[in-house]
């Protein structure tokens, strides 16, 4: 393995650069082993959606991302920041929302009790919750009243295949 040469020492009269920072060259060397980068194939067609998603989440971030997401795979998308807005945007659009993404872990009402109250209000619900916690943490007790569960590090392809699979 080689080394690029060294570049010239330079004094310090021809290093100065006004005040304008400092430059750090490094020099690596190139490796010869192939494979590091894995190339993924992508799929020949990308699954779109056309239904209408309730996005709850209390994170900012989350809701941005995933509103760019989904509207970019085709959806029409309705975004909430807590669990008593999502109770209310859901009475008052119940018959347009195909489906809700509901983060399990919200200040003041959480997903739990948010997923329980639509539930009241529409038997028939379709709820895909998400959470930062595992299965065997607090996401427990409202996964065994649930059909999916999904870790926050959400794929966005499970979503189009459940939407698209009817939900089973």
């Not at 909430?80 to 003041?108: H, T």
């Not at 943490?137 to 295949?161: C, D, H, N």
């Amino acid at each position: 393995m080689a080394f690029p040469p060294r570049p010239p020492r330079l004094s310090p009269a021809e290093r100065d650069d006004g005040g304008q920072g400092t430059t750090f060259r490094i020099y690596l060397p190139a490796s010869s082993k192939k494979g590091l980068i894995e190339e993924k194939e992508l799929p020949d067609k990308i699954l779109k959606g056309k239904e209408t998603i309730l996005l709850v989440d209390d994170e900012d971030i989350v809701i941005d991302v995933g509103e760019e997401i989904l509207k970019t795979l085709g959806y029409k998308v309705f975004s909430v920041r807590s669990g008593k807005e999502a109770i209310e945007l859901y009475k008052e659009n119940r018959e347009k929302i195909d489906m809700v993404l509901l983060d399990m872990v919200m200040p003041d009402m959480g997903g739990g009790e948010t997923y329980d109250r639509m539930k009241e209000i529409n038997p028939d619900i379709k709820v895909l919750l998400l959470s930062g916690y595992s299965i065997d943490g607090k996401a427990r007790s409202t996964r065994m009243r649930l059909r999916w569960f999904y870790p926050e590090a959400i794929q966005y392809e499970a979503v189009i295949s459940k939407n698209q699979g009817g939900f089973g």
